[in-house]
């Protein structure tokens, strides 16, 4: 709204410049001598003007006859002897219908002076877009018009075919993983099918080839259980250097001795990683049970 007061007031003030007289080298071109109304078709405009002015088109006016400036698309300037030749490309649009015969004017300001110039009329034949014998009334809308084509019978057979493949998928998933978790944390048939060994030294031979630290360990229990027995001391809960010299107070060195040496032998073995050989270990073994006789 701004913009069109602005361009009416301009109008105006154009129209109160004084005339300038078209020379014969203005010239006004059309790139169409028809159109529909509001159809833009392109203009171009030649001005001849003094070196130093400035050209503009002034739309607006009566001159113009119901044909609107829609916009300069290029303005080249043409310096010869006689001045400068403007060439002004422009976008209009007629609203009247009929042979429109219009004459766009141009305002040519130097300085503080500006010159309102009317150019050579052109004529246009503007079509109108109605039929002659059209009703100027507001028509209803087409109704809608239905799509051939219609849902494939085979998509809900698929949906739920699909759907079954997917459970059967999900189920087959989780019976893996539940047989892989069974493997994984599951005992070993190996370990659970292996014997009891009993805390005795028969028990200590039938793992003294295969398990040398729990033979030896438990030779050593035995040993302790049945001097703790024998001599009412806390076997168990003393070292081979105490429990050796609370025997050879007692006064049985000699068997103080054996019982030292033995479970020296089975200090080495469980806490130092020492591994005799195997006629070693017997003889050991054999040692035990002279020490757990004799004690008995």
Not at 9 to 18: D, K, N
Not at 97 to 105: D, I, K, Q, S
Not at 191 to 208: K, V
Request: hydrophobic content about 50%; some cysteine; aromatic content about 4%.
């Amino acid at each position: 709204m701004k913009r069109t007061a602005l361009l009416v007031v301009a109008a105006m003030a154009l129209v109160a410049l004084p005339a300038r007289v078209s020379r014969a080298d203005d010239s006004v071109a059309l790139s169409q001598s028809s159109s529909l109304i509001g159809e833009h078709i392109l203009m171009e405009v030649r001005v001849r003007a003094p070196a130093g002015a400035t050209v503009e088109l002034t739309p607006g006016t009566a001159s113009w006859a119901g044909v609107e400036l829609v916009g300069v698309d290029s303005v080249l300037q043409i310096p010869d002897a006689d001045g400068v030749l403007w060439l002004i490309e422009a976008r209009i649009a007629p609203f009247l219908p009929g042979t429109v015969e219009f004459a766009p004017t141009v305002a040519v300001v130097q300085g503080s002076d500006a010159v309102n110039t009317s150019l050579p009329p052109v004529v246009l034949d503007v079509v109108p877009s109605l039929a002659p014998d059209a009703e100027l009334v507001l028509t209803p809308l087409a109704p809608t018009v239905e799509i051939e084509g219609e849902e494939s019978p085979l998509l809900k057979p698929a949906i739920v075919v699909g759907l079954a493949l997917g459970a059967v998928l999900i189920a087959g998933l989780i019976w893996l993983i539940g047989r892989w978790m069974l493997r994984r944390f599951a005992k070993d048939p190996a370990i659970e099918a292996t014997p009891l060994i009993p805390a005795t030294l028969d028990g200590a031979e039938q793992i003294l080839d295969s398990d040398p630290v729990g033979a030896y360990r438990l030779m050593s229990s035995v040993v302790k259980t049945e001097l703790a027995r024998r001599y009412g001391v806390r076997a168990t809960a003393l070292t081979t250097t105490e429990l050796q010299r609370r025997l050879e107070t007692g006064g049985d060195r000699w068997q103080a001795r054996l019982v030292g040496g033995l479970l020296q032998e089975c200090d080495s073995v469980i806490y130092a990683g020492y591994r005799p050989a195997t006629e070693r270990r017997y003889a050991d073994l054999t040692m035990a049970r002279e020490i757990v006789d004799v004690a008995g």
